[in-house]
């Protein structure tokens, strides 16, 4: 007696192969494999950026249930790509690697991995400037220390006016003295408040268009150990504390103004009967235009000082 096939399970059966055709004649249909057509792009991709997770759906019968292949995990990068920045590379060969005396080979946009990054030893000169900035990069340490070489072409684009210069060194010499008693902390320091406003405050009334330029952030990140972003939120916030204190004057300026015209009234009810008194309050309006000028600048000030506080949660 022949013996029976063995049945063949339904889930090890191959999934069909998916396509799509294009008529492109009456009589030749071109047909597309959609899988195909995936793998080419994923193929270009990969040479031109290296190996790293290439999606496998199950449809070759190798992984019925689909999955990520991990492939050359240590090559995520192209070396020569200029699309990635490296500004803090040489930063963390010094600390991380503890090689004070290399530099990497090349300067610029590019990526290298692990330990096959390429260096050369510095020259003598380079070491000696190295050693006179260490004192500084200790004192501004952070976002600054991968800045500072590049600072003095990023800033050339600003040129401050003698008062700005002024303020700035107001500011360098608070941010010294404070950082003479402790690390300078994360978060930007509110007794550097004053002194950074007066020089933020002159710099935006100078510019014809109310900007901050490059230039000006680049010369604050000598001394000061924070991002660019960050020091224009609290410059921000600076500009809107001031605004809503300017909101505030206005607001107990109308208030004195209307105070004093309901003064009039109280010494007038003193001595009058009250019911005229009242009938030119009812009449009076002097004394209504101010009323409401003094609620409508109440909500103006409300609005501006509740923009402050987010800020100043956000600082």
């Given at each position: 007696m022949a013996s029976a096939a063995p049945e063949v399970s339904a889930s090890a059966a191959p999934k069909p192969r998916r396509t799509f055709h294009i008529q492109l004649d009456a009589n030749s249909p071109a047909e597309i494999n959609f899988k195909q057509l995936r793998f080419n792009i994923i193929e270009h991709l990969e040479k031109r950026y290296g190996g790293g997770s290439v999606l496998n759906d199950g449809d070759d019968g190798d992984v019925g249930n689909g999955g990520l292949d991990r492939r050359d995990d240590d090559d995520l990068y192209d070396s020569e790509d200029s699309f990635i920045d490296d500004a803090e590379l040489q930063q963390n060969i010094e600390d991380v690697r503890g090689q004070t005396r290399v530099k990497t080979k090349h300067s610029g946009f590019f990526v290298n991995a692990g330990d096959e990054i390429e260096t050369l030893e510095k020259e003598e000169d380079e070491l000696v400037d190295a050693k006179n900035k260490k004192g500084k990069k200790r004192a501004v340490d952070g976002a600054l220390r991968s800045f500072l070489t590049e600072v003095p072409d990023a800033a050339s684009d600003w040129q401050p006016e003698e008062e700005v210069v002024r303020k700035l060194e107001v500011l360098r010499t608070?941010?010294?003295?404070?950082?003479?008693?402790?690390?300078?902390?994360?978060?930007?320091?509110?007794?550097?408040?004053?002194?950074?406003?007066?020089?933020?405050?002159?710099?935006?009334e100078a510019?014809?268009?109310?900007?901050?330029?490059?230039?000006?952030?680049?010369?604050?990140?000598?001394?000061?150990?924070?991002?660019?972003?960050?020091?224009?939120?609290?410059?921000?916030?600076?500009?809107?504390?001031?605004?809503a204190r300017h909101e505030r004057e206005k607001l107990d300026a109308a208030l004195e103004a209307l105070t004093q015209l309901i003064a009039t009234y109280g010494t007038r009810a003193a001595a009058?009967?009250?019911?005229?008194?009242?009938?030119?309050?009812?009449?009076?309006?002097?004394?209504g235009a101010k009323l409401h000028a003094l609620l409508e600048l109440q909500d103006e000030w409300v609005s501006k000082e509740n923009d402050y506080r987010l800020k100043t949660r956000n600082t």
């Open positions: 608070a941010v010294q003295e404070l950082a003479e008693t402790a690390p300078i902390p994360k978060v930007f320091p509110r007794s550097l408040d004053e002194p950074l406003r007066a020089v933020d405050k002159l710099v935006v510019h014809p268009n109310k900007w901050r330029v490059t230039g000006y952030f680049a010369t604050l990140m000598t001394f000061l150990p924070y991002t660019k972003q960050y020091l224009k939120s609290n410059m921000l916030r600076l500009e809107a504390r001031d605004v009058e009967s009250i019911d005229v008194v009242k009938t030119d309050i009812a009449k009076d309006k002097e004394l």
